[in-house]
């Protein structure tokens, strides 16, 4: 099996694993091992965790539940030996975390300290050895729901995120929904908040309120009941719910310092982050909206990286421009008819512009503020006429060829009555498996113009699927369905983690190594499977070190507390906890 590019990490892909498996399954010759679970306590006066005796207080000093966006970052000065990881808590499970009879109001609070983000160090012998987290250590840290976030840029401290709590408008007290994110090149994660809807009730009636899915129908967790600020119905709280829906910046070597929203780069349902710097030096964000038929974004700082000041650097996700992508693709629009046939000049692919929403601190939007356009910036962008997008994840810029990757995870309403038809970018109606873009900036990631194409549309051909893999036999391609999250090898291949597998091709979500250039170009191999109802979230590629990371959300969901359907990561008897899962070669 010849390694794409060079690496190190070479392995025999894994055949698909059927839904119905409680297992977490890796290539021959390697092993998996669970680094930290849901549950495990993070300082020296955190407790055990006991599925029979959970507390709020308990939970606020222990890991958090369906860990995401994940990132491991060496400690420096400790030859590798040392690390500090990052992982978002997005969403909980209290049907499989909690016992029936749990107190509702305790129940509350421990769904809530079971979300935000954890900071945690990691320590290991040498490479060949996984990690271990270290309970106890100095940069040790949970961010929870009552802690501050400083709001920043043009939006900070106006009148749509003053509440009667917050009369300043610039000081937010915990984060929701945190999916995906991304390492910064000044050492920070950005991380963002995606279904921040599902916390609020609200009365549902303005355009802004309804655009972002805001109801006047009690939430699945109640959080309303016991929280004044959770229902925007209640006086001097009609904003807080726009004081969600930001990417957040956390600095993990500092626990001590305010995390942060970042209102320059809009507010939808981000679902992360990833930065490139430009080649003028300007920090280059891009952002998806997780909505069938919302957008991508892209937000270019006003001021440059300065490599080595870090002072200057944490500052300049605070002011920028904000962009959203319009593709035009270059094939007769009669050849997009919904199947996912490729057209008959053998790609998907054309150009693209960047419709500016913000330039140079002032709204390009007519009818809005600038305020208003980083705080509904969907209502914003729907008002120049970007392409309606089959719900996008990650978007990740790869440093090694500059491209940006899209991960559309699916959108089983394209095409069908009263919903926008399929496009060259979007190409398949009833979008079960989801597709790949490829963006080229054409050497200025600042620029308003660029190309594109499908790396992939995805799915399972042996069982039929119209299927592209760049032009790979589809007969040697590992199956793949509804791609999420992305990360890049050191030499420069691409690997997605998937969240869906199960509902649309029938196997368990995975993580899979996508070959990007080259003769192999579009080749999808299977590195490793999830147990039942899980999603593969947060990969990190160490290939050097021939070893991979994930974190394992939610498995076993769909149980009930005393009737399980995953014992994942222990197979101990008891339910299943979401764990950032270390992979590396057996040793022996
Ligand atoms: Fe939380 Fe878009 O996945
Ligand atoms: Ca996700
Ligand atoms: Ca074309
Ligand atoms: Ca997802």
Redesign the pocket.
Known sequence: HRPPNGTKLTFTPIEPVDAAVDEFTVPRGFAWHPIIRWGDPLFDDAPEFDWNAQSAEAQKRQFGYNN?YTEIQEIPGTAGKRAVMFVNHEYTNENIMLPADTDAEEAIEIGRAAHGLTVVELERKNKNFPYRYVQGAELNRRILLDDEFALTGPAAGSDLVRTVEDPEGRTVLGTLGN??GGLTPWGTLVSGEENFHGYFRSAGTSDAEKRYGLRDAATARGWENAHDRYDARNEGYENEVNRFGYIVEVDPFDPTSTPRKHTSLGRFKH?GANIIIAEDGRAVAYSGD?EKFDYLYKFVSRDRYVEGDREHNLTLLENGDLYVARFTGNSPAAEIDGSGEVPSDGAFDGTGEWLPLVVDGESQVPGFTVEEVLVHTRLAADAVGPTKMDRC?DVEPSLHSRRVYVACTNNSDRGTAGKAAADEANPRSQNRDGHVVEIDEQGDQTSTAFAWNLLLVAGDPAQGDQTYFSGFPVEKVSPISCP??LAFDSVGNLWIST?GAPSGIGYNDGLFRVTLEGEARGRVEQFLSVPIDGET?GPIIRDEDRSAFVSVQHPGEDGEFGAQRSYFPDYDGQGPKPTVVQVLPQRG
């Open positions: 995401d999916c995906a679902e997780d994840e999420d999250n969240d979230c």
